[in-house]
T-cell receptor
Framework: DGGITQSPKYLFRKEGQNVTLSCEQN?????MYWYRQDPGQGLRLIYY???????QKGDIAEGYSVSREKKESFPLTVTSAQKNPTAFYLCASRDPGQDEQYFGPGTRLTVT | LAKTTQPISMDSYEGQEVNITCSHNNIATNDYITWYQQFPSQGPRFIIQGYKTKVTNEVASLFIPADRKSSTLSLPRVSLSDTAVYYCLVRGASGRRALTFGSGTRLQVQP
């Protein structure tokens, strides 16, 4: 059963701590993306990767970091430098020959 | 990136046809128009994509006039399960292929 998994679904952290969100896909897609969604808003691009060992900053990359050591994995670290980390985080992937992005179920991060 | 404008919210009743119009006045020649659906606390799901005229699939139809400055997503005979946020996006044919989401249209279907 192919798809994108994100874990955990809910995550709670104290302010000042770094936290890593998991994103795994078994769709054999080259491109992967991380988006952030705030209540009542659309999605904003944090980072994207078009191939293994390469990634680029999106529109709101400050306070975040990523790695892409394997094709199927694209973890996102929310660092203590991110001023407002509480949000819904969505990972997506795309086949280079297609336009459609496939999204994971999301991780809701709450930092207090 | 072409900016899109769509209504903040719409209400409908079960069984009705719903048309959501999106304005994209500065769409470029190579841009495609794509619609996604998002349920609360879930990731968006692709609905339909088109370049011009009309596109239809098992879920919806997409109408695009000749000037391509707007598009209309048509959902036939909506049900309660169609209650969701619908995003209109304009996407270029090259580049990072990331999607730029506006605030979308919140569709509420009543029984």
């Amino acid at each position: 059963d192919g798809g994108i998994t994100q874990s955990p679904k809910y995550l709670f952290r104290k302010e000042g701590q770094n936290v890593t969100l998991s994103c795994e896909q078994n769709l054999n897609h080259d491109a992967m993306y991380w988006y952030r969604q705030d209540p009542g808003q659309g999605l904003r691009l944090i980072y994207y990767s078009q191939i293994v060992n390469d990634f680029q900053k999106g529109d709101i990359a400050e306070g975040y970091s990523v790695s892409r050591e394997k094709k199927e994995s694209f973890p996102l670290t929310v660092t203590s430098a991110q001023k407002n980390p509480t949000a819904f985080y969505l990972c997506a992937s795309r086949d280079p020959g297609q336009d459609e992005q496939y999204f994971g179920p999301g991780t809701r991060l709450t930092v207090t | 990136l072409a900016k899109t404008t769509q209504p903040i919210s719409m209400d409908s009743y079960e069984g009705q046809e719903v048309n959501i119009t999106c304005s994209h006045n500065n769409i470029a020649t190579n841009d495609y128009i794509t619609w996604y659906q998002q349920f609360p606390s879930q990731g968006p799901r692709f609905i339909i994509q088109g370049y011009k005229t009309k596109v239809t699939n098992e879920v919806a139809s997409l109408f695009i006039p000749a000037d391509r400055k707007s598009s209309t997503l048509s959902l036939p005979r909506v049900s309660l399960s169609d209650t969701a946020v619908y995003y209109c996006l304009v996407r270029g044919a090259s580049g990072r292929r990331a999607l730029t989401f506006g605030s979308g249209t919140r569709l509420q279907v009543q029984p």
